[in-house]
């Protein structure tokens, strides 16, 4: 049994010591990281016999910096600017860098060199991508526009991947385009401009739009008829954005001199009264009504 077991381990140690130093497995490059989080780059391999030297640096233009040395297998003492987020060790079978919560400005070339007792030499280099969530980086204001304009919202975005960019109109959730064209009263309200590219969450800001139109009639008033000593309050039944002006006169000659401004008119006297409603779109509109005193017994 023992001349059995020192021939199988004479064959181990001759079958080792004469492997040939190459990669098994080793990261893609580009590799992918998300900001924020943590990336782990790994390289296996064999080696011809054990681990003489390991480094890891940066490559940048014609030249290297140094992350971290080690003449021995094991963890790798990294220099000091790298010490808060870099990781790196390697070992006979295995090499491994890893970055803490990785920053944009880590999206570098990085390249492993692990130099064997024996023959041989590994090197390869890795490009990393740093991927980060989508941020609004512009956006148009709040816009006030008139009836039957055409509208266009801008929102910029940024982000990698490139963000999609949606709008949505919140008064229904519709998804709607750019532009708007042909803008109607019943479109005012509230645009929300959403980005996302898959990492993170989606962001969202919100543009309001107003849309502006002349005064309209929306009845055609009333005439009344009260007892001696009554009242009526007559009112103005227009609309319009802006709010319109409501001016009253007597009589329907509204080149007089107005007896009041406002929305409603509390009228006292027999007569016609006449309210002028305008605002800064399109033209005035009036609306006369008369109100009528009856004497006691008619």
Not at 273 to 290: E, H, L, M, R
Request: proline share 6%; glycine share 8%; with cysteine.
């Amino acid at each position: 049994m023992s001349a059995a077991f020192n021939f199988v381990a004479l064959l181990l140690a001759i079958l080792f010591s004469s492997l040939e130093s190459a990669f098994i497995k080793k990261p893609s490059s580009p590799s992918y990281a998300v900001e924020g989080q943590n990336i782990t780059l790994a390289w296996t391999y064999t080696l011809d016999g054990a681990v003489g030297f390991s480094q890891f640096t940066i490559v940048t233009g014609g030249s290297e910096l140094l992350i971290g040395k080690k003449f021995d297998p094991g963890v790798i003492r990294v220099k000091p600017e790298y010490q808060a987020r870099f990781r790196a060790r390697a070992t006979k079978t295995r090499a491994e860098l890893s970055i803490l919560a990785v920053q944009r400005s880590d999206e570098r070339t990085y390249r492993v060199n692990v130099v064997p007792t024996g023959a041989g030499s590994l090197v390869q280099s890795v490009d990393i991508i740093v991927n980060f969530p989508p941020t609004i980086v512009e956006i148009s204001g709040s816009q006030t526009v008139t009836e039957g304009e055409n509208v266009t919202l801008k929102c910029l975005a940024d982000g990698k991947l490139m963000p999609n960019i949606i709008w949505t109109r919140l008064s229904d959730n519709r998804v709607v385009s750019m532009t708007l064209t042909d803008i109607r009263r019943q479109d005012a309200g509230v645009y929300r401009c959403i980005v996302y590219n898959g990492i993170g969450s989606p962001a969202a800001r919100d543009v309001f739009i107003v849309v502006q139109y002349p005064v309209e009639a929306i009845g055609f008033g009333e005439n009344a008829r009260v007892p001696q000593g009554g009242n009526k309050r007559f009112s103005c039944p227009v609309d319009g954005n802006p709010k319109p002006n409501i001016t009253w006169y007597r009589s329907s000659e509204v080149s007089e001199t107005p007896i009041f401004s406002g929305e409603k008119l509390e009228a006292r006297e027999s007569g016609c009264y006449t309210c002028v409603a305008s605002n800064s779109v399109g033209n005035p509109v009036s609306i006369t009504q008369c109100l009528e005193k009856s004497l006691p017994g008619h």
